[in-house]
């Protein structure tokens, strides 16, 4: 009787110890993938922006060439990322405060409600479109929010991986602009 109560209390703190270890492998996990999604990484390009023909929310179709000769920034983003519902406010006031920039959004939910819903929740004024000819692979984006900043010849000069501030927002305009 007493080796089959060790056996039991054994099994009991190996099982709780195990419990433990997955706890803290997921807590990790979880930390690196909120650190990734905060972290921004720059790459200056200077490549044509594709165009591409979509439609918005509400179904109005949209052919975006470039030709406006007007700043353009496109994010891609979806309403269940954190780091996107972090930005996308921010980028709406940057859009607010300066009328030469062109900003649209592409949101890749599998539910339009989703983004709909997100879009009034939250006031975004600049045009949110729809991913329907596959812009996020003519883009080659990888992550989300991932955010291109086009100069008025219709150039990708940075592409931003992660959250932007207001201020980096500022100071990547700034450049399209000189």
């Not at 999604?37 to 200056?44: A, C, D, H, Q, R």
């Not at 406010?89 to 339009?112: A, M, R, T, W």
Request: hydrophobic content about 45%; some cysteine; glycine content about 4%.
């Amino acid at each position: 009787m007493k080796i089959k109560n060790i056996f039991k209390i054994r099994t009991l703190f190996a099982s709780i110890f195990l419990l433990l270890f997955v706890f803290l492998i997921f807590v990790l996990f979880m930390n690196q993938i909120n650190k990734d999604s905060e972290e921004i990484g720059i790459v200056k390009i200077f490549e044509a922006a594709p165009v591409f023909t979509t439609t918005n929310l509400m179904g109005e179709s949209y052919n975006i060439d470039f030709t406006n000769s007007s700043p353009t920034i496109i994010t891609f983003w979806a309403s269940w990322c954190p780091p996107c519902r972090k930005e996308l406010p921010i980028l709406d006031s940057v859009q607010k405060e300066n009328n030469s920039v062109k900003i649209f959004g592409i949101n890749i939910d599998e539910d339009i409600e989703d983004a709909k819903n997100f879009v009034n929740q939250y006031k975004i004024s600049f045009t949110t479109l729809k991913d329907d000819d596959f812009i996020t692979i003519k883009y080659g984006v990888t992550k989300i929010p991932e955010t291109f900043f086009i100069n008025t010849e219709g150039q990708i000069i940075s592409r931003v991986s992660g959250t932007l501030t207001k201020e980096k927002i500022i100071s990547l305009l700034d450049e399209l602009t000189r």
